[in-house]
């Protein structure tokens, strides 16, 4: 499965991005899908997720309530809506897949395939 993201860019804080990433497989609706992120000299860390099976979105404590994730089976393709941005929501944003189950969603070891990232940058 290749995984291709898209839209990220410099937003001030308050403003607003979407990113894409469009799978290649046509299995796209068999994989849980998620969103992770990776700031400057910090480690990888798990932004949200939504299940294959439910649609059942997932978010980590500091985006929820501004990020929302949502995915199109027919696009084959995963978005995540930023809105709020902060300066501390800059980083590379990675989507992945993977079969994962529940208690691994946070996971990022649990997901087997990974795009090339995109970078979103806050100013303040």
């Known amino acids: 499965v290749q995984l291709q993201a898209s839209g990220g860019g410099l937003v001030q804080a308050g403003g607003s991005l979407k990113l894409s990433c469009v799978a290649s497989a046509r299995t796209f609706r068999w994989y849980d899908m998620a969103w992770f992120r990776q700031a400057p000299d910090k480690e990888r860390e798990f932004v949200t997720a939504?299940?294959?099976?439910?649609?059942?979105?997932y978010y980590a404590d500091s985006v929820k309530g501004r990020f929302t994730i949502s995915r199109d089976n027919a696009k084959n393709t995963v978005y995540l809506q930023m809105n709020s941005l902060k300066p501390e929501d800059t980083a590379v944003y990675y989507c992945?897949?993977?079969?994962?189950?529940?208690?691994?969603?946070?996971?990022?070891?649990?997901?087997?395939?990974w795009g090339q990232g995109t970078l979103v940058t806050v100013s303040s």
């Open positions: 992945a897949v993977g079969e994962v189950i529940l208690s691994n969603l946070r996971n990022s070891d649990a997901y087997r395939y």
């Open positions: 939504v299940r294959r099976s439910s649609s059942t979105p």
